[in-house]
DNA sequence: TAGACTAATGATACCAAGTCTCAATTGCCC
DNA sequence: GGGCAATTGAGACTTGGTATCATTAGTCTA
């Protein structure tokens, strides 16, 4: 759904400057299709900066390019986004691909939750964790 | 709910060894009402090591007496628990109090997720950010 | 097409949260 | 009180991420 070029442009309109350490970072990002973490980025790209990548990759996030994956023991990964509104993730523990999910189940309870709580409810976290089919089938 | 001495005594009904190191832990953790990191805890208890103290909280959280809390960051915090069953938690951002909630409102959802995706769904994180009531009408 | 100007880079130090190792200690049970 | 395994804590290490800052290099303008 993205590529290099899409990405590019979209960079440029908002500003930003195209250098060979961004491009490169949003080439091996496209590379991924499960979820990945910035040493995985890191590893494939020696001639960038640590920082560089950090930095990259959260503008990415902030342009809806990328989106942060909560993983079951808390860490936070990363992968491509093809959603820009609120959505959740369900994540293949066995082999680490990602369903973006398009309902949010969160927000009709919000309402009952701020009425029986008093609290004004701002945000939320939603991961769901399981086993994608092919490898439940591929273990047997 | 709880208290040191019960606390006691469900470590030594375990098999736990009672250590002063551990005690102070408790104590310490105890003495919190929101979230609290481990250095909170560190640093109010400068005899006790830090390896023993994660080694502690971490076996309290086993023991379901503390509970892992996810704040919006995506960094982990600890709380005293009243509940030893699943359930999820609504932070207040801005004092840090927690509410421990008893309904799981993904439960419903978790079954049509399951068909719809092909996916064994086997857990999820879920928990919820606003202000409550005291600190909205403190701040007007 | 050459500056100029500013954004971007990357080396490096730092930080936060947590694990691992291992020798020394100390609860617990007899 | 003694034996022994559980526990401790100093310290090195890991992972994920931020702050600093001198140097480099896109981009815009003339
Ligand atoms: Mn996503
Ligand atoms: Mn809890
Ligand atoms: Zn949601
Ligand atoms: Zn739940």
Redesign the pocket.
């Known amino acids: 759904m993205y590529n290099l070029e899409s990405i590019e442009q979209r960079l440029?309109e908002q500003?930003?400057?195209?250098?060979?350490?961004?491009l490169a970072v949003v080439e091996a990002t496209l590379e991924h299709s499960g979820h990945f973490?910035?040493?995985d980025i890191l590893g494939r790209l020696p001639?960038?900066?640590?920082?560089?990548v950090?930095?990259?990759m959260?503008l990415l996030s902030q342009m809806g390019i990328l989106c942060?994956v909560l993983l079951e023991n808390?860490?936070?990964r990363y992968r491509v986004s093809h959603r820009r509104d609120h959505h959740h993730h369900l994540v293949c523990v066995s082999c680490g691909s990602v369903e973006e999910l398009d309902a949010c189940i969160a927000a009709g309870a919000i309402d009952n939750l701020a009425r029986s709580t008093g609290y004004d409810i701002e945000g939320h976290w939603l991961e769901f964790y399981g086993r994608c089919g092919p490898c439940r089938s591929g273990e047997a």
Chains 1, 2 share one sequence.
Not at 15 to 22: E, Q
């Open positions: 440029a500003g930003y400057r195209i250098t060979p350490s961004r973490s910035v040493d001639g960038v900066g640590r920082a560089t950090f930095r990259t959260k942060r808390g860490s936070l």
